[in-house]
C-alpha cells in the first residue's frame, strides 16, 4: 500500500518513541538488517506460489489485492513487490537446500518506505514441502489502541516477523530457532512461507505471536497494494552454490562473540584462510591473511559485522558483534 500512502503519510522519527529490546532500525549500531548488495546472499529464491488475500479482511465483499505478478516476488531484492492482502500466503523454492551456518541464514525483503511504516508477516519453513514450521516471533507493540492504517510501529518491538526493516534491507532468519523440531530438518530447508500478519486487534481476525499476544501493525489497509508487500527472499547458507556447500563454520569457532573487536579463531590449522570483514550494508571494511589465529578490530566501530573466512576450497561467513 506504500504506493498509495506515501505521499499522504507523515514521517515520524523513531527519536520520539521508546526503544524497546530487540534490534534496531536500518542503518544503526544495534540494527540485525542485511542490505541486498550484501556478498553474504549466496543465492535467491526462483520459484514462488501465492494465495493472495482481501483488502480488508472484515468486508465481505472486499477485493483481494493486485499490485504486482509472481516475478516481483522472486529474485534479487530491487523494491518492486507482490502484495499479499489480508493474511496472504507467498510459499517460496529455491534452486538448493537452505542450510543451518553460523548466524542468520536467509532474508526477507519488504518494501517499507520508512523505519516505522511496518507491514509484518511470520515466517515459516519445510523441509519437505508440505510440513511447514513457523518461527518464533515477538510483538511488544501496545495493544490498548490499534495502529491503524497510517500509524507507527517501533521495530525495537519487533522479532522475528518479516517486515521489520525499510526498503532494501532484509529481516534475517536464524534456523537455529528451530533446532527442537525432530520433524524439520535444519539442513535441508526446501521452502520458505512468508504470511501476511493481518494486524487487526478484533478478536475475530487478530493474529498472535509466540507469546500468544496479538500482533498489532498497520491495519485496515483496504487498497490494491495492501497487507504484506513481499519484494525477495535471500539465502546465505544453501547447498550447491559456491563453496558455502562444504562451509568450513562446521569446524571454526571465532571467540569471544561479541567482543571489544579482538576475536580468536580456532580452526583447522591444515588450512590456509584469508579473511574479509564486511559492514551489515555489505561495505568491505577490512581484509588479509588470517596468521596468528586471532584478528584484531577494536579500532572498528562498534556494530554487527560479516567476517568471511576462506582457502582454497573452503568457505564460511560468521555474524560478528564488537561491541
Known amino acids: 500500500m506504500k504506493f498509495v500512502l506515501l ?42 506460489e501465492v494465495q493472495r488475500g482481501k483488502q480488508n479482511i472484515a468486508t465481505s465483499s472486499s477485493d483481494t489485492t493486485t499490485v504486482g505478478t509472481w516475478r516481483q516476488g522472486i529474485g534479487k531484492a530491487r523494491g518492486t513487490v507482490i502484495s499479499l492482502g489480508d493474511s496472504g500466503v507467498a510459499t517460496l523454492q529455491f534452486n538448493g537446500l537452505i542450510y543451518n551456518g553460523a548466524g542468520p541464514d536467509f532474508a526477507v525483503f519488504e518494501n517499507s518506505f520508512n523505519h516505522t511504516f511496518l507491514e509484518l508477516a511470520f515466517v515459516e519453513v519445510s523441509s519437505n514441502g508440505i510440513d511447514f514450521y513457523r518461527f518464533p516471533s515477538e510483538s511488544l507493540t501496545d495493544t490498548t489502541t490499534a495502529v491503524g492504517s497510517f500509524g507507527i510501529v517501533d521495530p525495537t518491538n519487533i522479532h522475528n516477523l518479516a517486515g521489520k526493516y525499510t526498503v532494501n534491507y532484509g529481516t534475517p532468519f536464524d534456523l537455529d530457532d528451530l533446532d ?50 513481499l519484494d525477495a527472499v535471500g539465502v546465505i547458507y544453501m547447498k550447491g552454490v559456491g563453496l558455502t556447500e562444504t562451509g568450513i563454520e562446521l569446524n571454526t569457532t571465532v571467540y569471544p562473540n561479541p567482543s571489544n573487536g579482538l576475536f580468536f579463531v580456532d580452526y583447522d590449522k591444515d588450512e590456509s584462510l584469508n579473511y574479509q570483514l564486511f559492514s551489515i550494508e555489505g561495505k568491505k571494511i577490512r581484509e588479509g591473511e588470517l596468521t596468528k589465529d ?22 564460511s561467513t560468521i555474524t560478528l558483534v564488537i561491541q
Open 7 to 48: 505521499l499522504s503519510f507523515v514521517i515520524v522519527s523513531l527519536s520520539s518513541l521508546a526503544q524497546g529490546p530487540f534490534a534496531s532500525q536500518a542503518g544503526t549500531i544495534r540494527t540485525s538488517a542485511i542490505y541486498k548488495d550484501s556478498s553474504v546472499f549466496v543465492a535467491w529464491a526462483n520459484k514462488i
Open 180 to 229: 527442537s523440531i525432530p520433524q524439520l530438518d535444519i539442513d535441508a530447508v526446501s521452502h520458505v512461507r512468508v504470511v501476511d500478519v493481518i494486524g487487526s486487534l478484533d478478536s475475530a481476525f487478530a493474529q498472535r505471536d509466540s507469546k500468544n499476544r496479538k500482533v498489532n501493525d498497520q491495519y485496515p489497509t483496504p487498497f490494491q497494494s495492501g497487507g504484506f508487500d
Open 294 to 315: 586471532q584478528l584484531d578490530f577494536r579500532e572498528v566501530n562498534s556494530g554487527y559485522y560479516f567476517l568471511h573466512l576462506f582457502g582454497e576450497q573452503v568457505s
